[in-house]
Each structure stands twice: as C-alpha cells, then as structure tokens.
C-alpha cells in the first residue's frame, strides 16, 4: 500500500488554519481532519459528566471512553460524540475554553494523538490541522505549514466567527482568551506549540485567505513535483 501524502498544518488560534485546511484539502481532493474539534469533543464529554477541565485524571478517562468520529467532505466536516452530532455544539465558548485546559493534559494528548495517527494513515492523503501536526503527530508529514498571525489580527478573526454563532464576547474579553491560550500552548509540557524546522512559515496578519491558500498550494505542489526542499522557510 502507498504510504499517504499528508500535509501539516500549525499554528496558535485564530491564524486561520481550518479555514485554509478545509480549503486545501478540498482542492486536492484528501481527507480533512481537524484535530482542535477532537479536543473539544474531549472538553463537551467532561462537561457532560460534571468533570472538570482541570482535573487531569478525570479527563484523561472521558478522552479513553469518548467515542469521536469525523464525517464527510472538508466543508461540511461533522463530528459526532459518542453517536451524537455535536458540530455546533462544540463551537460554544465555554468548550472552547475547556479544550484549551484539556488539550494541556499529556494523557489526553496521547490518546487523540493515537488516534489522530490511525485516521491520517489511512487512504491515499490527508490534511491535520492543530498545534503539533508537524512536530509530534506526524513528524515525518511529506509538507509542514505554520501559520501565524498577531495576537490582535487573530482576535478579530475569532471575534467575527463567534459574533456569527451569536456570542457575546467582547474585543478585550476575545483577545485575553487569546493570549491565554498563547501561553498554556507555549508552555505545556507535553508537546508544547513549537514550528517545525522544515515547515513554510506563513504570516497570515496582512493577507488574506486567497494570498495564503495561493502560497500553501505553491509548496504543496512544488513539493509534491519534488523540487521543493526541505528546511524551515518563511512564505
């Protein structure tokens, strides 16, 4: 069996990395798995069993129990918790902030990291993105993304997605959760965000979604053709 193309996306919140996977997979027809949407399948199921977020040992056996399964085509992803569709259900900002807690836990990183590995290997390619695709998950990916944007730029684009649901979260209120979630990513100790040596570093801050996709599709080509070469690199 052909070992699967797979291409890692990176990057802290609010940089655009589902809007440019989903786009990316789409365009050359592979799997898209979000990986952000396990972990917050992860914080739902705790939440549904009055665990709480900060209780490592207690979420870390919601994560072993909890059936997670991601369903159809990049833009219309589903997910379902234990046989339940919960897609809307986990973009609330509570389980956003419970993910974030979640994510922390080495336990439950290694359970969702296994996983993630089986769903990747199957079929002939795939797109992840989250915040170690392409240090941990697949170290080996055959192209590593990591995108950024400043801390500010990143708050207004999560602003305007939850402003879309209905929340009611404030600027101020959005971008002290983003830098919050900066800082428990940074500095977990187990598989803290961190840029690959050989990923493309994009700065999404002044362009805007076609200019990435655009310069996302050149590396994957290029690599693809095999002319691309490897080392960290700024798009």
């Known amino acids: ?75 219309s992803l589903r997910i379902f918790l234990d046989g339940r569709d919960v897609s809307e259900e986990i973009r609330g900002e509570a389980v956003g902030r419970d993910a974030s807690l979640v994510s922390a836990v080495p336990e439950v990183r290694r359970e969702l990291v296994r996983r993630q590995r089986e769903m990747g290997e199957r079929g002939g390619g795939v797109v992840l993105d989250g915040r170690d695709i392409g240090t941990v998950v697949f170290p080996s990916a055959d192209v590593k993304f990591f995108l950024t944007a ?21 600027f101020e209120e959005t971008l002290a ?14 598989s803290p965000l961190a840029i690959a040596d050989d990923a493309v570093v994009i700065d999404t801050t002044e362009l ?9 599709l050149r590396a994957v080509r290029d690599r693809h053709s095999g002319d691309g070469e490897r080392g960290q690199t700024q798009a």
Request: charged share 35%.
């Open 1 to 75: 069996m052909p070992k699967p193309f797979i291409i890692a996306i990176d990057g802290p919140s609010g940089a655009g990395k589902s809007t440019l996977g989903r786009r990316l997979a789409r365009e050359l027809g592979l799997l898209y798995i979000d990986t952000g949407a396990m972990y917050r399948a992860v914080a739902l199921a705790a939440a549904a069993a009055g665990v709480s977020a900060t209780d490592a040992a207690g979420v870390a056996g919601v994560a072993r129990r909890a059936s997670i399964r991601l369903e159809g085509e990049p833009d």
């Open 150 to 170: 400043v801390p500010e730029a990143r708050a207004r684009r999560r602003l305007e997605e939850e402003r879309a649901r209905e929340a009611s979260q404030s």
């Open 177 to 190: 959760d983003i830098n919050d979630r900066d800082r428990r990513d940074a500095t977990r100790d187990d």
């Open 208 to 216: 805007s979604v076609e200019e990435v996709f655009q310069r996302m």
